[in-house]
C-alpha cells in the first residue's frame, strides 16, 4: 500500500458516511470555519470566535465533533494516505476538505492560542474548546511526524502506538512506508508469515540498532501491554 501512496498526486480520503452517526447532513458552517481559519487573521478578528458568532457557529463545532469520531482516525494504515500522497482531501458525505487546509486550521489554532492569542479559550464555550482540544490533537500528530520520521522511527511509532489494527504486525508494517531509513531483518520482510511476539523482537533490534541505544527498550509510564508473550526488553 505504501507503494500505491508514494505514487498518488491526489488521495480522497473517505471518512464514512455521516448518517452512520445519526447526522442527516454536514453542516456547510465548518467549511467556513476551516476557510476562516486558513486567513490567517487574529482570532480576535473571526466571526466564530466572537460573541454573537459563536451562536451561529456553534453547529460547525458540533459537526467537527462528529467527524473526528470517524473510524478513520483510529486506524494505523491511514496516517500514510495523508503522509505520502503528494495531496489529500477528506471527504465526509458532502463535505470535502483539503488536508492541507485541515491542518493549517489546526495550526493556527495552535498558534494562536499560544502565543498571540492566549485568552482565546476564554472566548470558548467548555463543548467548543474541547473540540478544538481533540481537532488540534489529532491533526498536529500527523503534522509532527511529517517533519521527524526520517530522523526519529521511535517518535513515529510512538505517536500512533495507539492506532487500531486487526491484525498487530499492522502495527509495524502501517507505519514501516514513513520510515525510509529502517528497514527490517531480512527474515521479518516476508510480512505476514512471521509470528507477531519474532516481528516485534526484530524491530526492537532494528530500532536499537538504528539508534545506537536502548531508548526503544524503555515503555513509557502507564503503557499498556498487548498481553502477548514479548520479551520485557521488545517495543510492542
Known amino acids: 500500500m505504501g507503494n500505491i501512496c508514494h505514487c498518488t498526486k491526489q488521495c480522497l480520503i473517505w471518512l464514512d458516511d455521516p448518517q452512520s452517526l445519526g447526522v442527516e447532513g454536514t453542516d456547510k458552517s465548518l467549511t467556513e470555519v476551516i476557510e476562516t481559519l486558513n486567513s490567517n487573521k487574529h482570532a480576535s478578528e473571526l466571526p466564530c470566535f466572537q460573541d454573537t458568532g459563536q451562536l451561529i457557529y456553534a453547529n460547525a463545532f458540533r459537526t467537527l465533533s462528529l467527524l473526528l469520531k470517524s473510524p478513520w482516525w483510529q486506524r494505523v494504515w491511514t496516517v500514510q494516505e495523508v503522509l505520502l500522497p503528494l495531496a489529500a482531501t477528506l471527504i465526509w458525505g458532502n463535505m470535502s476538505v483539503s488536508w492541507e487546509s485541515f491542518q493549517t486550521a489546526a495550526m493556527y489554532l495552535i498558534r494562536h492560542g499560544t502565543e498571540y492569542c492566549p485568552d482565546l479559550s476564554q472566548n470558548l464555550s467548555l463543548e467548543s474548546q474541547s473540540v478544538i482540544d481533540k481537532f488540534t490533537t489529532q491533526v498536529s500528530t500527523i503534522y509532527i511526524i511529517r517533519r521527524c520520521s526520517n ?33 527490517l531483518e531480512d527474515k521479518a520482510k516476508d510480512c505476514y508469515s512471521i509470528d507477531i511476539v519474532e516481528l516485534f523482537h526484530l524491530h526492537t533490534r532494528d530500532l536499537i540498532r538504528f539508534d545506537n541505544s536502548l531508548k526503544c527498550m524503555t515503555r513509557r509510564r502507564g503503557e499498556s501491554s498487548n498481553n502477548l508473550k514479548v520479551a520485557s526488553w521488545a517495543a510492542e
Open 151 to 183: 530522523s526519529d522511527p521511535m517518535e513515529c511509532l510512538w505517536r500512533f502506538r495507539l492506532r487500531e489494527a486487526t491484525d498487530l504486525r499492522d502495527k509495524v508494517f502501517g507505519l514501516l512506508d514513513l520510515l525510509p531509513n529502517l528497514s
